[in-house]
T-cell receptor, first 115, second 110 residues
């Protein structure tokens, strides 16, 4: 089954404790991205990757890091989480970059709470 | 800059037809996409319009007018399961991201 898998689904952590949210896709997609979703603000892109070892900032990258060592995996790293990073996070992948008409597939989301 | 405007809420009854509008401002327009999201779950792709006109996929149709920078999603024969949030989206100018509207929450009642 074609899918994007995120882990964990739910996470409560304390301020400053490094964490990683994993994302994996089994569709051999080149393009992957991370979004955060907050009430009243919709989905905002954090980082994206066009292919292995190619990553770049989205609209709200502060406080986040990513890596793309393999095509299938695109982890999101919070080196020192803060309460304003409490949000619902989505990983997405598509065959090619969004300049083309390619459907984006989203993971099930990770609900992160930083206290 | 780029922006998308859509109503925040729409209500309707089962069996009815509802239209969710989206107006956008962007340079380098590629096309307008629509996504559905149930209760904070994964957004799922519904449709994409690159050219003017109506695209029909079962009970859902999507329309685009490039000259008016406007599109809409038309949902027919509404069912309770259609209660969800609906997002319109465009590619950003660099072609590196989807820019989403803030979403329209559709509530279908019996």
């Amino acid at each position: 089954e074609a899918q994007v898998t995120q882990n964990p689904r739910y996470l409560i952590t304390v301020t400053g404790k490094k964490l990683t949210v994993t994302c994996s896709q089994n569709m051999n997609h080149e393009y992957m991205s991370w979004y955060r979703q907050d009430p009243g603000l919709g989905l905002r892109q954090i980082y994206y990757s066009m292919n292995v070892e190619v990553t770049d900032k989205g609209d709200v990258p502060e406080g986040y890091k990513v890596s793309r060592k393999e095509k299938r995996n695109f982890p999101l790293i919070l080196e020192s989480p803060s309460p304003n990073q409490t949000s619902l996070y989505f990983c997405a992948s598509s065959l090619r970059d969004p300049a083309f008409n390619t459907e984006a597939f989203f993971g099930q989301g990770t609900r992160l709470t930083v206290v | 800059g780029q922006s998308l405007e859509q109503p925040s809420e729409v209500t309707a009854v089962e069996g009815a037809i509802v239209q969710i509008n989206c107006t956008y401002q962007t340079s380098g327009f590629y096309g307008l996409s629509w996504y559905q999201q149930h209760d904070g779950g994964a957004p799922t792709f519904l449709s994409y319009n690159a050219l003017d006109g109506l695209e029909e996929t079962g009970r859902f149709s999507s329309f685009l007018s490039r000259s008016d920078s406007y599109g809409y999603l038309l949902l027919q024969e509404l069912q309770m399961k259609d209660s969800a949030s609906y997002f319109c989206a465009v590619r950003n100018q660099a072609g590196t991201a989807l820019i989403f509207g803030k979403g329209t929450t559709l509530s279908v009642s019996s």
